[in-house]
Structure formats: C-alpha cells, structure tokens
C-alpha cells in the first residue's frame, strides 16, 4: 500500500514555525515563517505535519490580553502557561491525543515520523525549555507535555527536539540531524528512513 512517489516520512512541526502570525503578540521573528527550517525540510523531501496552534485553540489570537505584548517575554510566557493550565486543559487534551492518534496512523501503515520539531522557551510547545515563573527552565511546555503523555500510553516513542527563531543556525543543524539521522537495520546497515 502506499507504493507510489512519496517519501512516505514526515515530522510534526509547532505551528508558530510554519504560522509566525499565530504567535502571542511581540514576539514574532519571521514575516509568515521560519524559511530556514521549512527550506532543509522541504529540500529533505519529508513531508509536514503542522500541530494545532495550543494557545490560538485556547486564548485566542490576543492571548486574552491586548496588552500582552507590553510585558517581558517571560512575564508574558509564565502568564499564558497559567491560563493554558487552568482553562485550556480538556482542549489541550483532546488536541494531544489527536496527535498521538496520527503518529500511530502513519507508523501503522509504514510511514517514518521522524520526530517532532517544538519551539524552546514557548509554555506551550516547549521541548527542552519552557517558561515558568518568569524564567525559562528545563521541561516541555504544557501541550508538549499532553503530547508526551498520550504518545507513551499508546507506547509510541516519538523524537522531540526544540529549537529557537533566534538561534538559526544551532536550530538548522538540530533539524538537519533529525530528518537526516539513519536507522539501523536488522543487518546491522545504516540506512536513511
């Protein structure tokens, strides 16, 4: 099945990375988005799963907040993580579990997810980083976290890395050793998914 021209490998990417106009108000790097990252992934041939934007799904283009854009970005981030945590929790859940749902869908019928690609820093779609209490710590934002969570009780193991708009050329060469990392096969003989 599937046997035709496509690649038939894909990555799941934040979508503030595709959709630099989603993201809260201030922070924006990139005109519409990071063409770096979307051109090494495209020239790859791997196709492109865009996550649901979490905080556009649960506050909203203005984060509940026309202001937002006046505080720092971690006063910012550590607000819209609280609000995302009380309020956006059952939504967030079922976004999560959407995503696992689809991973599994793809690698069930032979399809090779790479990994997915979130953005540092962010309290939604952080993968290392994340912002809390106005500063930015190690850990996974609250939607990479749910993704986390549904993707282990399905037993899926599933890549993250995180990048940063601000750090081209440390996220190009995490993106390129993502989508360019072989797998082994059971003869012992790299090769590429």
Do not use: W
Not at 61 to 79: H, I, P, Y
Request: with cysteine.
């Amino acid at each position: 099945m599937f046997d035709d021209h496509r690649s038939k490998r894909v990555v799941i990417v934040a979508h503030c990375l595709l959709n630099q106009n989603s993201i809260s108000d201030g922070t924006a790097d990139f005109p519409s988005q990071y063409t770096e990252l979307m051109d090494l992934i495209f020239a790859n041939q791997v196709g492109l799963i865009q996550l649901p934007c979490p905080e556009v799904a649960c506050l909203g283009l203005d984060r509940r907040d026309k202001q937002g854009g006046k505080r720092s970005l971690l006063a910012e981030n550590t607000r819209i993580r609280d609000l995302m945590s009380k309020t956006g929790r059952a939504v967030l859940q079922d976004k999560a579990e959407e995503v696992a749902t689809l991973i599994q869908e793809y690698r069930l019928n032979g399809f090779k997810v790479l990994g997915l690609i979130g953005v540092n820093r962010s309290p939604s779609c952080g993968v290392e980083t994340t912002t809390k209490d106005n500063e930015e710590v190690k850990g996974q934002g609250v939607f990479i976290e749910m993704i986390s969570e549904a993707c282990h009780r399905r037993g899926l193991v599933v890549k993250m890395i995180g990048v940063k708009t601000s750090e081209t050329e440390n996220s190009v060469k995490r993106v390129q050793q993502l989508i360019e990392t072989p797998v082994i096969s059971f003869s012992g003989t790299p090769r590429f998914p």
